[in-house]
């Protein structure tokens, strides 16, 4: 009893707790299971249902057909089809909404005596087949690789920072995964002798390196994995001419077959994606140029780089002003193609390091006119975001002109030391090919570079619209800046949300109540196409139903971006997030679709998922 009365206090505040912890799972769940089917399916769902089930009960198998073709254009014809849709539904249980046992039991229902209201709408968000998109390579791959945005990433061996963090292969191997094709390696000579004589690092900062031979490995196995069109490497070359001759020995031997090799030195075309399916495709300056161009950086003593060792010794504080000084100090986008070797070059290695340069880097150098000259031979030019930024309003015809042949890639400032990104509009806008991400990022712009490469199948390759590619009536070319006039009116229409109660615990919104979710949607493009809507908040509910409809005007719909956005309202604090996803709009399935949702950082979620329609009218010509 004495230990009762001594631990009385704090057996209350347990009893307390746990009292509170039933009252928040009653208050969570007391409405959760009879919640689901509480409000009103949406009027379009339920004339969907009506119209196709011929004002019955059920909807047969063969009205279902008719109304996956007729309503959703699916391209299925006979019941074996529909069953083959639902029996994989069986075999992989749901991926989206719905548990597996009432997947089952759809399929059940759905083989008897056909699918009840609630069942078709738990049918329509089950499962891939119903997704918004696309899936499957759809543009034209037989043009010129400058006729492409490209999924392209930044310093795409670090893991974190762009100062401290480490080197590794993993961050390589997970872009190749997500489909990225184009991978950027800063190679230096190393004298560590497990580095094969050339390490990967970030220069001049604390990142730790790792072995070129690991990361060209890696490349060689997972370069198409997701997807079978050529991997270009854009390669920052920091080396010595002798060490050319080794880097050449080893992407040869590691690549075999795999390497493209031009058969001229230079390209006055680039070939196409089609052609170089299952290639891996070696672009930098070459190091002839790379001799005869100014050395920017600042001048390491004996000409070679300081060691691992003497870097970690230096004070990260100075290392900091360091960068930023030298952000000032120098044209930053002179960084990216710089060879610091003063070493008399040896003409034999140069020249067999030559030869794998398929892709060709342009002048670092000169006014940006003449770097942006149209000649014969085609050329990757690289410019940092703030260069884009400032040509793009004193030469943005130039630009587009350049960008109709060559390449152009514009990699993130070097203040962006946290690995953050830029909106990647302005690259696209410009016909940019390469917008270099820093992939292990996870702010709003990568989102939207997902987005873009969810188009044509997710293969990493999207083709440019032609108003980018084509030169107009009179030598002009497309303006960022004048927009045409409206050509779509996109309709897109929210009608419920599904799933949070499987993927979050019941305190994970709200701690007392249930989340109050609402849908926020935008479409991210030219600025004029630029627009925002939001639905109602629907408090206390895991199973919002909105069933509201949003219009937007779109002027280029070729490069326009849907983003949607799931937040739980809150009084006095941010909303919480509760998913997103961006979606290319010239790729939407009209229709009623399950979309989605992913975390901040781009992971799937298993369960939530949207349902919405989707509607894109093109306006007649005038
Ligand atoms: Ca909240
Ligand atoms: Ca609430
Ligand atoms: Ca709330």
């Given at each position: 009893m004495k230990t009762e009365k001594n631990s009385g206090s704090a057996s209350k505040g347990k009893v307390r707790k746990k009292m509170e912890t039933c009252i928040?799972?009653?208050?969570?769940?007391?409405?959760?299971?009879?919640?689901?089917?509480?409000?009103?399916?949406?009027?379009?769902?339920?004339?969907?249902?009506?119209?196709?089930?011929?004002?019955?009960?059920?909807?047969?198998?063969?009205?279902?057909?008719?109304?996956?073709?007729?309503?959703?254009?699916?391209n299925i014809s006979t019941i074996e089809d529909l069953d083959k849709i639902v029996e994989k539904f069986l075999q992989l249980g749901s991926s989206c909404s719905s548990t597996k046992t009432s997947s089952t039991r759809i399929v059940d229902v759905y083989r008897k005596q056909g699918l009840s209201l609630n069942d078709f709408i738990d049918f329509l968000l089950l499962g891939d087949f119903n997704g918004p998109l696309k899936d499957e390579v759809h543009h034209d791959m037989d043009a010129p690789l400058s006729h492409y945005f490209m999924y392209t990433g930044h310093n795409s061996y670090l893991t974190g920072n762009q100062l401290t963090s480490e080197s590794s292969d993993e961050p390589i191997?997970?872009?190749?995964?997500?489909?990225?094709?184009v991978i950027e390696l800063d190679l230096w000579p190393s004298k560590s002798s497990n580095n094969d004589g050339i390490k990967v690092v970030h220069g001049r900062t604390f990142t730790t390196s790792v072995p070129v031979s690991k990361c060209l490995q890696s490349i060689k196995d997972y370069a198409f994995h997701k997807s079978d069109y050529p991997v270009i490497l854009t390669l920052e070359d920091h080396l010595t001419p002798k060490h050319h001759d080794k880097f050449a020995k080893m992407a040869t031997e590691i690549f075999g077959?795999?390497?493209?090799?031009?058969?001229?030195?230079?390209?006055?075309e680039f070939p196409s994606p089609e052609s170089l399916k299952k290639r891996i495709i070696i672009s930098t300056k070459p190091p002839k140029e790379c001799r005869q161009?100014?050395?920017?950086?600042?001048?390491?003593?004996?000409?070679?780089?300081?060691?691992?060792?003497?870097?970690?010794?230096?004070?990260?504080?100075?290392?900091?002003?360091?960068?930023?000084?030298?952000?000032?100090?120098?044209?930053?986008?002179?960084?990216?193609?710089?060879?610091?070797?003063?070493?008399?070059?040896?003409?034999?290695?140069?020249?067999?390091?030559?030869?794998?340069?398929?892709?060709?880097?342009?002048?670092?150098?000169?006014?940006?006119?003449?770097?942006?000259?149209d000649d014969i031979k085609v050329r990757r030019l690289s410019l940092s975001e703030k260069k884009l930024k400032s040509a793009s309003e004193s030469h943005g015809a130039d630009l587009i002109r350049f960008t109709q042949r060559n390449i152009l890639r514009v990699f993130p400032k070097g203040e962006r030391v946290q690995s953050s990104n830029f909106r990647p509009y302005l690259g696209w806008l410009y016909g940019v090919q390469m917008v270099a991400f820093n992939m292990q990022g996870h702010g709003k712009s990568l989102r939207l570079m997902r987005g873009m490469f969810k188009a044509n199948g997710g293969c990493g390759y999207v083709k440019k619209p032609e108003f980018l590619i084509r030169t107009l009536p009179h030598e002009e070319v497309f303006d960022p800046k004048k927009p045409p006039s409206v050509k779509q009116i996109l309709k897109v229409k929210v009608y419920k949300g599904d799933g949070w109660s499987l993927d979050f615990s019941p305190t994970d919104f709200d701690r007392f109540s249930p989340p109050d979710f609402y849908t926020e949607v935008s479409i991210v493009g030219?600025?004029?196409?630029?627009?925002?809507?939001?639905?109602?908040?629907?408090?206390?509910?895991?199973?919002?139903?909105?069933?509201?409809?949003?219009?937007?005007?779109?002027?280029?719909?070729?490069?326009?971006?849907?983003?949607?956005?799931?937040?739980?309202?809150?009084?006095?604090?941010?909303?919480d997030f509760a998913g997103q996803t961006c979606l290319p709009i010239s790729e939407l399935r009209n229709g009623f679709r399950s979309v989605p949702l992913y975390d901040r950082k781009g992971k799937k979620y298993k369960s939530v998922t949207l349902l919405m329609r989707f509607k894109l009218e093109t306006l007649n010509k005038l």
């Open positions: 928040i799972k009653v208050l969570n769940f007391s409405t959760k299971k009879g919640d689901v089917y509480k409000a009103e399916p949406p009027l379009d769902l339920k004339e969907a249902f009506s119209k196709f089930a011929r004002g019955e009960n059920q909807m047969k198998k063969d009205q279902l057909l008719r109304f996956m073709v007729e309503h959703q254009g699916e191997i997970e872009a190749l995964k997500q489909g990225v094709r077959e795999t390497l493209y090799f031009p058969e001229t030195d230079h390209l006055t161009s100014a050395i920017i950086s600042k001048p390491v003593p004996n000409g070679r780089e300081p060691s691992e060792e003497e870097s970690r010794g230096l004070e990260l504080p100075s290392s900091v002003a360091k960068l930023k000084t030298e952000d000032r100090n120098s044209s930053d986008e002179d960084q990216e193609d710089v060879n610091t070797s003063d070493n008399k070059p040896n003409q034999q290695d140069a020249r067999q390091y030559k030869h794998l340069i398929a892709i060709h880097g342009g002048k670092s150098k000169g006014s940006m006119k003449n770097r942006l000259k030219v600025p004029a196409d630029c627009d925002k809507n939001k639905t109602r908040v629907k408090t206390d509910t895991w199973y919002p139903v909105w069933d509201e409809e949003f219009e937007f005007k779109l002027r280029v719909p070729e490069l326009a971006l849907l983003r949607i956005e799931v937040k739980d309202k809150d009084k006095g604090k941010k909303d």
